[in-house]
């Protein structure tokens, strides 16, 4: 993720990164499935897929310790 999309990614509520997670997934899901059947043109969206989703967890993780320590 470029500077500008990490922060604005930082901004978002819990919700709305777990759904932005969830679609990374269903995504990286379709992407792998017509990797097997066909190769991709771009295979890097792979690896760039994954990548996101582990910042979504990432960020995820560090929102839900920020909240336990708050309390």
């Known amino acids: 993720m470029k500077a500008?999309?990490?922060q604005e990614t930082r901004?978002?509520?819990q919700i709305e990164m777990e759904a932005k997670l969830r679609a990374?997934?269903?995504e990286l899901f379709r992407l792998r499935f017509k990797h097997t059947t066909?190769?991709?043109k771009n295979?890097?969206?792979i690896r760039a897929l994954r990548r996101n989703i582990a910042q979504f967890k990432t960020l995820?993780?560090?929102k839900n310790q920020t909240a336990q320590a708050g309390k």
């Open 60 to 62: 995820l993780r560090e």
């Open 24 to 26: 990374a997934q269903e």
């Open 4 to 6: 500008k999309q990490w």
């Open 11 to 13: 901004e978002l509520s």
């Open 43 to 45: 295979g890097l969206k």
């Open 38 to 40: 066909t190769p991709l």
